[in-house]
Nanobody, 124 residues
Framework: QVQLVESGGGLVQAGGSLRLSCVAS????????LGWFRQAPGKEREFVAGIRWTGGFTNVADSVKGRFTISRDNAKNTGYLEMNSLKPEDTAVYYC?????????????????WGQGTQVTVSS
């Protein structure tokens, strides 16, 4: 059973940075893709970024391009979302998700496994 556990969220001032982590277990992740999504209060869950676990493919939403970076550490079975120049509108619960695939697309229903989420709050 694949399990994903996020961490690294918190409260930060606008312009600050956070790094989210997603530790994966219960699978052979070399054949998986990892995605990050977020859901703000009263809004639908939206795609943030995705990466092929073996590398060579990333996909980043236009709304965060140039500020957020997705990466992974194969040896640690951990994915990361580095978030810089944070804005109040980045406030949301951030989720990581995984699917056995070579393509990390931006649809929520593409992914089979989800973490419990971590809260990111950006104050103005």
């Amino acid at each position: 059973q694949v399990q994903l556990v996020e961490s690294g969220g918190g409260l930060v001032q606008a312009g600050g940075s956070l790094r989210l982590s997603c530790v994966a277990s219960g699978g052979t992740f070399s054949s998986y893709v990892l995605g990050w999504f977020r859901q703000a209060p009263g809004k639908e869950r939206e795609f943030v970024a995705g990466i092929r676990w073996t590398g060579g493919f990333t996909n980043v939403a236009d709304s965060v391009k140039g500020r957020f970076t997705i990466s992974r550490d194969n040896a640690k079975n951990t994915g990361y979302l580095e978030m810089n120049s944070l804005k109040p509108e980045d406030t949301a619960v951030y989720y990581c998700a995984a699917k056995r695939s070579t393509v990390a697309i931006d649809r929520e229903n593409w992914y089979d496994y989800w973490g419990q989420g971590t809260q990111v709050t950006v104050s103005s």
